[in-house]
């Protein structure tokens, strides 16, 4: 496919945990030739740091105080994203359980998430071809002016099944329970709340198969691209 004279691109990708967000945008992106950003792995690196270095998860003032201290840069090559914090490799640290109960409550804290939408913004910005961005607030709050915004949902039975099939061996039932209260944490907090945009294409992925997902959002890249 000829991507020569192709304008850059912003494709913004949110919805829910389990919905099958970083498999898909990982390859829209390495399909078309585009850069990508897991947002989410930026607020996982952030909690990891905080945890690492004793802050107080309980506590908003104490996170809002070093929000600004760890370093993290993200890689955006869809075949092999990279994420470090201060130098340090940390993308298998951070998807631990003992991260993970706790992203929910560093990404509600205000300064962190300015902190973390600078980056995000910037790393956009600067990739020359286009980017595909997942997170949560993507369309909403980091980059209401991208190209495309898509927001993926699913049933939860089958988002706990995809999530405990990717956490081997997790019980369906205890993980359906932790997707609905983090989606709830989510969707609640006060600071760019999971949401979907008014102008978001909606895609229910509960009865797709990954490579179904993949190749309905690349057709609403290429549709978009096309109309530019």
Same mark, same amino acid.
């Given at each position: 496919?000829?991507?020569?004279?192709?304008?850059?691109?912003?494709?913004?990708?949110?919805?829910?945990?389990?919905?099958?967000?970083?498999?898909?945008?990982?390859? @829209?992106?390495?399909?078309?030739?585009?850069?990508?950003?897991?947002? +989410?792995?930026?607020?996982?690196?952030?909690?990891?740091?905080?945890?690492?270095?004793?802050?107080?998860?309980?506590?908003?003032?104490?996170?809002?105080?070093?929000?600004?201290?760890?370093?993290?840069?993200? +890689?955006?090559?869809?075949?092999?994203?990279?994420?470090?914090?201060?130098? =340090?490799? @940390?993308?298998?640290?951070?998807?631990?359980?003992? =991260?993970?109960?706790?992203?929910?409550?560093?990404?509600?804290?205000?300064?962190?998430?300015?902190?973390?939408?600078?980056?995000?913004?910037?790393?956009?910005?600067?990739?020359?071809?286009?980017?595909?961005?997942?997170?949560?607030?993507?369309?909403?709050?980091?980059?209401?002016?991208?190209?495309?915004?898509?927001?993926?949902?699913?049933?939860?039975?089958?988002?706990?099944?995809?999530?405990?099939?990717?956490?081997?061996?997790?019980?369906?039932?205890?993980?359906?329970?932790?997707?609905?209260?983090?989606?709830?944490?989510?969707?609640?907090?006060?600071?760019?709340?999971?949401?979907?945009?008014?102008?978001?294409?909606?895609?229910?992925?509960?009865?797709?198969?990954?490579?179904?997902?993949?190749?309905?959002?690349?057709?609403?890249?290429?549709?978009?691209?096309? +109309?530019?």
């Amino acid at each position: 496919m000829e991507n020569g004279a192709a304008q850059p691109v912003i494709v913004a990708i949110d919805g829910p945990s389990g919905t099958g967000k970083s498999s898909t945008s990982k390859a @829209v992106a390495a399909q078309l030739g585009l850069s990508y950003l897991d947002t +989410g792995a930026q607020y996982r690196a952030i909690t990891w740091w905080m945890v690492t270095n004793g802050i107080d998860i309980e506590d908003p003032t104490a996170i809002a105080a070093v929000a600004g201290k760890a370093e993290i840069l993200s +890689g955006t090559d869809p075949a092999h994203p990279t994420i470090t914090v201060d130098g =340090v490799d @940390v993308a298998g640290p951070i998807r631990t359980q003992e =991260v993970t109960s706790r992203v929910s409550a560093v990404s509600a804290v205000p300064e962190v998430r300015a902190r973390i939408t600078e980056l995000q913004r910037s790393l956009a910005a600067d990739a020359e071809h286009g980017i595909v961005v997942e997170g949560r607030d993507i369309g909403t709050t980091v980059l209401p002016d991208a190209d495309l915004k898509i927001f993926l949902t699913a049933s939860a039975e089958a988002r706990a099944a995809r999530r405990s099939g990717e956490l081997k061996g997790a019980d369906v039932a205890s993980t359906r329970e932790a997707l609905i209260q983090r989606d709830a944490a989510d969707s609640s907090r006060k600071t760019s709340p999971l949401a979907k945009a008014d102008d978001a294409v909606e895609v229910d992925t509960t009865e797709l198969t990954l490579a179904q997902v993949i190749e309905c959002v690349v057709t609403l890249v290429e549709e978009k691209r096309a +109309g530019k």
